[in-house]
């Protein structure tokens, strides 16, 4: 009699038994994102409800940071801000720091993820992949990166109608008349690049400040700049003698984007980089995306 019923025991506890490990696997993540283009990935990638801090260039979608805990600057995080919400994953740009705050948070028992900050269209599909494996999310990480790159594609495309390269400064911030400019090497560079101009500061390595005369010999004959850079909102650079002095003020050509859809290197960087090449190739290339 005992044995019949344990056996009826065992067959009604069987299915709890196989359901109890699909609940234990969908236990909500608590994710802290660092980097713009991490947090545009996680939300694409469908896990915006499993974030519970983003860093402060999380500035797209503009839910993140409305919503979300703000650990502080991609650069300069706080450990103890990060811990304190209790975050089972950190997914983070490779240039997030500083290094001994990361080493605290995994001495934590928190596991991090970093991901490539490669300004490449290869570089945002590993950000993509690298993302949707640690999420166990192959799916969506393959239609996320199937899609970035036949932007890429109709990108191209594009960027063959352009047949003279507009010679392009890309201003990162300007503080009293002397401009931050991209030289190779970075963000500004490989935008400039994928928009079909031709940069007027690659002479120069990473980001550095131009005297008024390498202003005045880069010849750039469009403006590049930032609607909230490092030094605040964009301003008119026309209004310095050294600006006005480039043949880029002859027809005052000053294009101004948002500074993470420009720079950020995420999935919406083919539609910033068809944006910016229609803005400095008005005549060569269509302003409608494809």
Not at 130 to 149: F, N, R, T, Y
Not at 183 to 189: I, L, N, R, Y
Not at 203 to 214: F, M, N, V
Request: glycine share 10%; charged share 20%; hydrophobic share 45%.
């Amino acid at each position: 009699m005992l044995s019949m019923l344990s056996r009826r025991m065992l067959l009604l506890a069987s299915p709890l038994l196989f359901c109890a490990a699909p609940l234990r696997a969908q236990t909500p993540r608590r994710i802290v994102s660092v980097g713009g283009a991490v947090t545009e990935i996680l939300y694409r990638l469908g896990y915006s409800g499993d974030i519970v801090g983003v860093d402060s260039t999380s500035l797209y979608p503009a839910d993140a940071l409305r919503t979300k805990a703000n650990v502080g600057y991609v650069r300069a995080l706080g450990a103890e801000g990060v811990l304190s919400l209790n975050p089972s994953l950190v997914v983070a740009s490779e240039g997030s720091g500083p290094p001994d705050a990361l080493k605290l948070i995994e001495q934590a028992g928190v596991r991090i993820i970093r991901v490539t900050d490669e300004p490449s269209p290869a570089g945002i599909v590993k950000r993509v992949e690298a993302i949707a494996q640690a999420l166990g999310a192959p799916k969506q990480g393959s239609a996320l990166v199937k899609e970035i790159e036949a932007g890429f594609a109709g990108l191209a495309e594009a960027r063959a109608g352009v047949k003279r390269a507009t010679r392009t400064l890309l201003v990162l911030s300007l503080q009293n008349g002397r401009p931050l400019v991209g030289g190779q090497g970075t963000t500004a560079d490989a935008m400039l690049a994928l928009a079909g101009a031709t940069n007027a500061a690659s002479s120069l390595t990473g980001w550095k400040p131009l005297s008024d005369e390498g202003l005045i010999a880069a010849a750039p004959e469009a403006i590049v700049m930032m609607n909230h850079g490092p030094g605040g909102a964009a301003s008119d650079p026309f209004a310095y003698p050294a600006f006005a002095a480039t043949p880029a003020a002859e027809g005052r050509r000053l294009v101004v984007m948002d500074s993470l859809y420009l720079l950020g290197f995420g999935p919406r960087t083919p539609d910033a980089a068809r944006d910016l090449m229609a803005a400095l190739h008005p005549d060569q290339v269509a302003q409608a995306k494809p």
